[in-house]
């Protein structure tokens, strides 16, 4: 089974950044999305950016222009850097992958990582 596996969490203070990585092992088949998913006490999980198996990418409004998500297929990582954090951005990064099915043989997966806790210090 495919395995997610993040690291790079934790504090950092506000105006600073830092870069989150994620590892999926195991059989990955087909065109997928790999990106990054966030859920702060108290809302729920949102999305914070993913990018396709050929590069496409997709933000949440709040990242724009301060998150670059970043990936090597070879690899089957993903990447996330944060610039210019603020308190706002305190939340549970969870990696995601998620096949793109436009194929009839597809078969469809999707994997979450455990999860890796972001705070940002006023």
């Known amino acids: 089974q495919v395995q997610v596996v993040e690291s790079g969490g934790g504090l950092v203070q506000s105006g600073g950044s830092l870069s989150l990585s994620c590892a999926a092992s195991g059989s990955i088949s087909g065109p997928n999305t790999m990106g990054w998913y966030r859920q702060a006490p108290g809302k729920e999980r949102e999305l914070v950016g993913i990018?396709?198996?050929?590069?496409?990418?997709n933000y949440a409004d709040s990242v724009k222009g301060r998150f670059t998500v970043s990936r090597d297929n070879g690899r089957n990582t993903v990447y996330l850097q944060m610039n210019s954090l603020s308190p706002e951005d305190t939340a549970v990064y969870y990696c995601n992958l998620k096949s793109i099915c436009i194929n009839v043989e597809c078969r469809p997966y999707e994997y979450w990582g455990q999860g890796t806790q972001v705070t940002v210090s006023s």
């Open positions: 990018m396709t198996t050929r590069g496409r990418s």
